[in-house]
């Protein structure tokens, strides 16, 4: 079964044999077969094929790529959201609230939820998705919770060592242990990443490392929470450990900028946490006019972030991170795609898969110039169609 889009306003391919950028085409027209991009061009020459959608001059995108979300959980934390509003600074505690309601909760429970955050993303554009475990903190836990990751996410990420559980107050050392050895063990399986908080109030440098090279041991790739709440060893020690992303990046020195942008680490940015929790925002332009390679993901979460709208953290990233529209853009979908390590998804060549995001509007830069406004009109997943739009 083949589609064919046409009358394309404004088609943005990402091709990387393009140079770089969005490398847009005018008057377009794409060709979907059996899951894949068959063919782009001018809208005149399209092939002919058994289906065909009209885009009636809308622009198309490659389909979002978020690859940082964590969606097992169980509950809400808008109480804490509420009080952070009020005043109250951002601490990391706040995740073992989930936690506690995380372990009290059936699979079916936590499935449901999965499935409608994935459903809920998948309605506004974004196509390629990454979990991370997190909220469970044991071995059974963990285990439950990238598992069922799995069933619904195209990335699976091992969190385990996220924050030290209440079971094990004051002995952060002992914990890394146990993620870097049984945890790993049960882990690993159902996952492709290995991922560690290192953070003050969570774990250092050294517990990081700990957990990291184990994971790299066990046949997993690494990432890291890196530079989220003050400026310290993680983003290096990314780049030392040749990681995918080194991700938040809000609190950079300039030893720290140098390292991302000598190294294939991306800087990806959660322009939704610095909203939910009042921190500083990341500087985007700082990483960029440096050469380091950035990426936006959501970090939906039920407590630093409840967003799982790309288009409005591509918003905030023009507005308040001092990104262009179209860096923006290019950020979330092959930035994305180069965080997660993909070359299939997050650009609509010829031989990519078939992730396209048709907007209700006839550029790119509406994302940001209407933001707050749905503008998804329609999405192809895997070559199929995407029903139930919100």
């Known amino acids: ?33 059996d899951g894949a991009v068959a063919w782009t061009g001018p809208s005149s020459s ?5 289906e065909s959608f009209d885009a009636a001059g809308r622009a198309v995108l490659p389909g979002f790529v978020d690859s940082h979300a964590h969606l097992v959980f169980a509950g809400e934390r808008a109480e804490e959201f509420a009080a952070r509003m009020s005043g109250e600074k951002y601490a990391a505690g706040g995740i073992r609230t989930t936690v506690e309601r995380t372990r009290a909760a059936s699979d079916d429970e936590l499935r449901a939820n999965v499935r409608r955050l994935v459903h809920e993303m998948a309605r506004q554009g974004v196509t390629t998705v990454e979990c991370k475990s997190g909220y469970g903190l ?46 790993l063990a049960a882990c690993a399986p159902h996952a492709r990443w290995v991922d560690v908080f290192c953070e003050e109030g969570a774990f250092d440098a050294d ?20 530079n989220q709440l003050t400026q310290g060893p993680a983003v ?17 020195g300039d030893a720290d900028v140098d390292a991302l942008a000598s190294s294939r ?17 990341p500087d985007a332009r700082r990483l960029l006019d440096a ?47 180069r965080a997660l390590r993909r070359t299939d998804v997050g650009h609509l060549s010829p031989g990519a898969r078939a992730d396209v995001h048709v907007l209700d509007a006839p550029s790119h830069i ?13 999405v192809w997943k895997h070559g199929r169609r995407v029903e139930g739009l919100l």
């Not at 939910?276 to 925002?281: C, D, L």
Request: net charge negative.
């Open 138 to 183: 044991t071995v059974d836990q963990e285990a439950r919770a990238v598992r069922i990751a799995a069933e619904y996410a195209d990335e699976v990420t091992y969190l385990g060592a996220h924050v030290v559980p209440a079971e094990y107050a004051g002995d952060a050392a002992g914990y890394a242990r146990l993620a870097a050895t049984d945890m």
């Open 1 to 33: 079964m083949s589609t064919v889009i046409t009358n394309i306003g404004e088609l943005v391919t990402n091709d990387p044999a393009a140079g770089g950028g969005l490398a847009v085409v005018r008057d377009a027209a794409l060709v979907i077969e």
């Open 236 to 252: 290096r020690l990314a780049v030392e450990l040749e990681a995918a992303s080194a991700d938040h990046c809000t609190f950079l």
């Open 366 to 378: 509406h994302l940001a110039y209407r933001p707050g406004v749905p503008q998804t009109h329609a």
């Open 291 to 337: 050469g380091a390679t950035v990426a936006l993901a959501t970090d939906c979460n039920p407590g630093s972030c409840y967003s799982s709208s790309m288009a409005f953290c591509i918003a905030v990233a023009v507005r308040d991170m001092r990104m262009t529209p179209a860096e923006a853009v290019w950020s979330a979908t092959a930035g994305g795609a």
């Open 46 to 50: 399209a092939p002919a094929a058994d």
């Open 265 to 281: 680490t991306v800087a990806t940015l959660l322009p939704g946490v610095e909203f939910s929790t009042r921190q500083p925002y």
């Open 207 to 226: 517990q990081a490392r700990e957990v990291l090279t184990a994971g790299v041991k066990a046949g997993l790739s690494p990432r890291l929470h890196a």
